[in-house]
């Protein structure tokens, strides 16, 4: 089994920052990307960003691009999504996510909810206008 405990969400005004953090632990061998989701009320699921463990090639959804990072610390299992230039619409509950390497490899996509095998309790960011 693997634990995701996500930290970092809260209150910011529009045009603020905020870094969250994701650190994996337990059975993590095998690990072949992280991930972070995340989901506003009324409104779908959405890719947010994503790295591989090995390369760090990383991808974004495309209403974060050059507005948020994702990035990862191997030596502390964990990964982190700096998000600056927050708006309103960012306003959502953020999960992490971990995906080994046959589930990743068989969605095809890292950008996809079916890539991901474990996921973390979410954590909630607001942004003010």
């Known amino acids: 089994q693997v634990q995701l405990v996500e930290s970092g969400g809260g209150l910011v005004q529009a045009g603020g920052s905020l870094r969250l953090s994701c650190a994996a632990s337990g059975r993590t061998s095998g690990l072949y990307a992280m991930g972070w989701f995340r989901q506003a009320p009324g409104k779908e699921r959405e890719s947010v960003a994503a790295?591989?463990?090995?390369?760090?090639?990383?991808d974004y959804g495309d209403s974060v691009k050059g507005r948020f990072t994702i990035s990862l610390d191997k030596t502390k299992n964990t990964v982190y999504l700096q998000m600056n230039t927050l708006k309103p619409e960012d306003t959502a509950v953020y999960y992490c996510?971990?995906?080994?390497?046959?589930?990743?490899?068989?969605?095809?996509?890292?950008?996809?909810?079916?890539?991901?095998?474990?996921w973390g309790q979410g954590t909630q960011v607001t942004v003010s206008s």
């Open positions: 790295i591989t463990w090995t390369d760090g090639n990383t």
């Open positions: 996510t971990l995906a080994l390497a046959w589930t990743a490899q068989r969605a095809g996509s890292l950008m996809t909810a079916d890539a991901y095998d474990y």
